[in-house]
């Protein structure tokens, strides 16, 4: 069965989608094979990937019952040459909204990305939920599909409270929905790290959530946007920045106990430009 990730921050703004893309592209450079679910209403994710605006189905359709999750699953255009497999991705659109009002009103709700995805297990390593910039019912979905939580913070005075409410809503999903969900962590988003406000905050977060803060930071760039703008990997746009989710994904594969792909990853590292 693949392992699925949820990865959340309480709002927006924090690099969160930018961070699922390129945790996915290291991810099928180590040979894994990747599923990206875009869960917000926006599609920033889908469209990151190049996925086409009228792609169909998309992740509505399935909440929505309108479609199986395996028919869902779309090809990444930008993310399938060489080195590692494609990426695939379950799109989501505006209809994404509609789909979740009308989940509100049905028995088990929190259920339904769970039983969704149990269709498309087999077929992947790794699932990401992009979670939306919002901690309702799409993200409860997402926490009760998942095996895993991954927060992104942004590096600023209020990150503290950030986490401490998406940890709330970690345990509302645990509470009865599943007991098994495990947190990841927390990694610092778009940081200067050069600014004593971003090394106060980093060392305030590292005070209460102990060794949850992953030690990598993911600094801040205008380069993510012009990559996302032409639907292309940092990783290729930006090899020296790009380096910093190498080192991310080194420790995220620590924590997932995936030694052989961590093995994989060594000579990219290797290769990596010096931070």
């Not at 990206?36 to 996925?51: I, M, T």
Request: net charge negative; proline share 7%; charged share 25%.
């Amino acid at each position: 069965m693949a392992q699925k990730i949820a990865i959340l921050s309480q709002k927006g703004g924090t690099g969160k989608t930018t961070a699922v893309r390129t945790l996915a592209d290291v991810l099928r450079r180590t040979g894994l094979r990747v599923l990206a679910v875009d869960l917000d209403p926006q599609g920033n994710l889908s469209d990151y990937f190049d996925v086409p605006p009228d792609a169909a189905p998309t992740i509505g359709d399935v909440l929505a019952g309108r479609a199986k999750a395996p028919a869902a699953v779309h090809p990444a255009p930008d993310a399938g040459e060489p080195p590692g497999p494609a990426v695939h991705v379950v799109p989501a659109n505006l209809s994404l909204a509609e789909a979740e009002l009308l989940l509100a009103g049905k028995m088990g709700r929190e259920l339904t990305l769970r039983k969704a995805l149990k269709l498309v297990d087999a077929d992947h390593d790794i699932v990401l939920i992009d979670c939306p910039p919002a901690l309702g019912l799409l993200t409860v979905n997402a926490l009760v599909a998942a095996d895993f939580a991954l927060l992104s913070s942004e590096a600023q005075y209020f990150a503290l409270q950030g986490v401490e409410q998406a940890l709330e809503v970690i345990e509302l999903a645990r509470d009865g929905l599943n007991p098994d969900l495990e947190w990841l962590g927390v990694f610092f988003n778009i940081a200067d790290m050069r600014t004593v406000h971003s090394r106060e905050a980093f060392d305030s977060l590292r005070e209460h959530v102990g060794e949850k803060l992953f030690d990598t930071t993911i600094r801040q760039s205008i380069a993510y946007a012009n990559s996302a703008e032409r639907a292309t990997s940092i990783l290729d746009h930006r090899p020296d920045l790009g380096a910093d989710y190498l080192r991310l994904t080194d420790e995220l594969l620590g924590r997932l106990g995936l030694a052989a792909p961590r093995r994989r990853l060594k000579p990219l590292l290797a290769d990596a430009p010096a931070a």
